[in-house]
């Protein structure tokens, strides 16, 4: 082992908190070592986006049972399309507390979850960095403000290609070198007239697909189906993106099926030297050196590296001397969405309305009320119109036979649902550990188990205001509003937005990491993933995660430039 | 080499149980026409066990399902789907899909068997009582007559009757089977999606944009 290279910097996980990192500091000219747990996937062999259901020997659907029992909101992720990329729970199970809930979506592979994300790209606003001191009172403020984070969000904005260039709304700022929007589809306009009536505005969704060819890849060929993976590169992935420009640079280096299970601490500075980690082919234990190590492996995983990392000098696991870790978890507040048609557009004759893959418009938050008896904060919506790849809501009504086969035909092109996102809070009771029952994974490293609801007085209180309002802009439409039940809040996990558990802060004693996502424990240990999250505003989390990971390793560069480390 | 084994790790998991039986060989030639009862060369993206739509000229026997049995299904999802001056699920072959489905939930959910076949004792049962013959021996009328008695909780939550549960199961595969396969979903609902297309113009209508 002596003559192993000391590297600049281990990043770990290639996704969009690992794969920006990785790129930041590599095109930085140090020396990069990027572990990842997963296999090189192959855009050729692995993305399927145009094959069609029948293509498939169940339609999709896979054989009865074949990946178990999913966690609610895994159902569509799941399928022969995608069940070679992602982990399958029953195959590799983790553990969840009496009680409790969670689904936890993992893909091992180059890229990660970037490989098959929502790609929605809103910025947090001036409000969401400082919820305590500018909002209500509640929880905390991150450690940075709104401007200091903003720069980062135009590195990353220009790197990846965003489009839906906007104006922006109170506390949504926009990037203003957006590619434009994407057109909206019939069901669109009609919920833009209807929402405008009643004062709420409708914006272009901001989205990492292309409207345009850029960076020399081509704009969207509007499929659809970037959720199965996309052949172009058209939308943004650390495997198509990020991969390639580093790949080109000698100072990085990509090990794949590479799983971490520790991180090395110098005795005698108290600083990272390294890590260890398990090859995947052989199952051997081998260690890394690096004068840095930055952990960007997903929220769960960058926590359980974290407290398998513990030592006699930190037995609660490292970096955990405030005893915060694993804790303060949160996702969205997120549950069914209303299903409705529009009468003028039934039966119209069918078009295509894959377009991106996803809505071209949305609604911002628009509630801001300092009346906080109900619930905090604020939700965002987002609707889905139009002719999609199934029968629509017109199969959920009662009867069969020839009439509903036609009423089926007739409602197809004007299906409407419209759902949201509330804001979730960040609780210390919603937390991750290591599984007190020994449960392992399959190399032997202890896996976690959760702790975690999603049901708590907050969550049913601003979903019950959120579905009067999905309601009443619906009406305001003019679309029908279909029958349909109202549901307890998702669970953590559920919308793929997990985040927290190694809050950032300005103070060691409630927090883990400091204002530049580095442990407070450790200067030179970074984690620049979702789990550094303080608060969980509603918007999406993607972009977020690849600012703050830009922003920290950015800073991180400089530190080993001037050797500050 | 681990790479392609991982990407082909679903196809060969199928085709390998299938392949361990005798009669998983015989259903393997039946509905893998060009592996002549062997294993594929290409296993990831073949269509293995895809359900054939039209052409297919061999006399169909099912895997799952008894021939008596099979024939109601087809009533069954002919009734749910019926062909009228669009195709139905006769055309699309749904009660195909149905007996490949259902066969296929022997390794990992064998109650769904235990469904079908409970179910489709049941519907006899009930249509002994009502009609004095098996369900598949009624007329048209009274097959249609039985199976809205079996929806009516659908319509009236206070409803209950005891062929419900077996009636919603035949209707979510059936309009599952129909508006997956090429006919149902391409032909009669008209999806024109996951393709290539050089613009998306979203709303062509002045009168929705105005």
């Known amino acids: ?565 | 080499m681990t790479d392609e084994i991982i990407g082909r790790r679903k196809a060969l998991k199928y085709l390998s149980v299938l392949a361990a039986s005798a009669a998983g060989q015989e259903f393997l030639a039946a509905w893998l026409p060009a592996a002549e009862g062997g294993l594929p060369a290409h296993a990831p993206h073949t269509t293995a066990g895809q359900t054939p739509e039209l052409g297919s000229t061999s006399p169909f026997s099912p895997k799952f399902f008894s021939p008596r049995q099979f024939a109601t299904v087809e009533t069954l999802t002919e009734l749910i789907i019926p062909t009228d001056d669009q195709p139905g699920s006769k055309e699309a072959q749904v009660a195909r899909f149905i007996d490949f489905v259902v066969f296929s939930a022997a390794e990992h959910q064998p109650h769904l068997q235990e469904e079908w076949t409970e179910g489709l004792a049941l519907l006899d049962k009930l249509s002994r009582e009502k009609h004095g013959h098996d369900f598949r021996d009624l007329e048209g009328s009274e097959q249609e007559s039985l199976l809205t008695e079996m929806s009516l909780p659908e319509n009236d939550p206070k409803a209950s009757h005891p062929g419900f549960a077996f009636y919603r199961l035949v209707k979510e595969m059936t309009v599952e089977g129909f508006y997956t396969s090429k006919i149902g979903l391409k032909d009669v609902l008209g999806f024109q999606g996951r393709t290539y297309l050089s613009e998306f113009q979203g709303c062509t209508h002045p009168e929705h944009q105005a």
């Not at chain 1, 009536?197 to 409708?202: A, D, R, S, T």
């Not at chain 1, 919603?430 to 020994?438: M, S, T």
């Not at chain 1, 019950?464 to 029958?483: T, V």
Request: glycine share 12%; aromatic share 10%.
């Open chain 1, 1 to 565: 082992m002596g003559s192993q290279p000391v590297y600049d910097v281990i990043v770990v996980g290639s996704g969009a908190a690992g794969g920006i990192a990785a790129f930041v500091l590599a095109t930085k000219g140090l020396s990069v070592l990027c572990l990842e747990a997963g296999r090189m996937i192959d855009p050729g062999e692995d993305f399927h986006p145009h094959k069609m259901p029948f293509d498939w020997p169940y339609r999709g659907h896979g054989k009865p049972g074949q990946y178990g029992k999913l966690p609610q909101g895994m159902g569509w992720k799941i399928t022969e399309w995608t069940d070679h990329l992602y982990t399958i729970p029953q195959e590799d199970p983790y553990a969840v507390a009496p009680g409790s809930k969670f689904t936890w979506t993992r893909i091992r592979g180059v890229g990660g979850r970037t490989n098959v994300w929502g790609r929605s790209c809103d910025r947090f606003g001036p409000l969401d960095f400082k919820p305590k001191s500018l909002q209500d009172g509640w929880g905390d403020d991150w450690p940075v403000t709104y401007d200091e984070v903003a720069p980062y969000y135009d590195h990353v904005e220009k790197l990846i290609g965003v489009s839906g260039l906007s104006e922006g709304v109170y506390n949504t700022p926009c990037g203003q070198n957006l590619l434009p929007g994407f057109h909206a589809r019939c069901g669109e306009w009609l919920i833009k007239h209807g929402a405008e009536k009643l004062g709420i505005k409708v914006l272009p969704l901001q989205l990492a697909v292309l409207s345009q060819n850029y960076d020399g890849r081509p704009e969207c060929h509007y499929c659809g189906a970037c959720n199965n993976g996309c052949d172009t590169a058209s939308r943004f992935s650390s495997l198509d993106v990020l991969v390639p420009k580093l790949k080109k640079l000698k100072n990085f280096t990509l090990r794949t099926n590479s799983v971490v299970r520790t991180v090395l601490l110098d005795k005698d500075t108290g600083k990272a030297r390294g890590v260890t980690y398990i090859d995947t082919h052989n199952g051997q234990e081998y260690e890394a050196s690096a004068k840095a190590v930055v952990l960007g492996a997903s929220m769960v995983e960058s926590i359980r590296i974290l407290f398998n990392s513990k030592d006699r000098n930190s037995p609660q696991g490292l970096a955990n001397s405030s005893g915060v870790l694993g804790k303060y978890l949160m996702e969205h507040v997120a549950f069914n969405d209303i299903p409705g048609f529009f009468p003028q557009l039934a039966g119209r004759p069918t078009t295509n309305d894959d377009g991106p893959g996803e809505a071209s418009l949305y609604i911002p938050r628009y509630y801001y009320s300092k009346d906080q008896k109900k619930f905090q904060r604020g939700f965002r919506l987002q609707f889905w119109t139009g002719c999609g790849e199934g029968p629509g809501h017109g199969a959920s009504l009662p009867g069969f036979g020839s009439a509903y086969k036609k009423r089926i035909k007739e409602l197809y092109p004007a299906n409407v649902s419209i759902g949201g996102y509330g804001e979730g809070l960040a609780f210390a009771s919603n937390y991750v550990e290591i599984d007190p029952g020994g449960l392992k994974d399959r190399y032997g490293i202890p896996q976690v188990r959760f702790h975690t609801t999603a049901e708590y007085d907050h969550a049913f209180a601003i979903r019950d205001y959120m579905y009067d309002e999905m309601e009443r802009i619906l009406k305001a439409s003019g679309a029908e509003i279909l029958p349909y039940q109202k549901v307890n809040p998702s669970p953590l996990g559920a919308v793929t937005h997990e985040a927290g558990g190694a809050r950032m802060g300005d103070d060691p004693k409630t927090s883990v990491l400091d204002a530049w996502n580095r442990c407070h424990d450790a200067k030179n240990l970074l984690v620049v993933d979702a789990a550094s999250f303080v608060s969980h505003p509603e918007k999406h989390t993607t972009l977020t995660i690849m600012a703050m990971a830009y922003r920290a390793a950015d800073h991180l560069a400089e530190e080993l430039r001037t050797g500050s480390v």
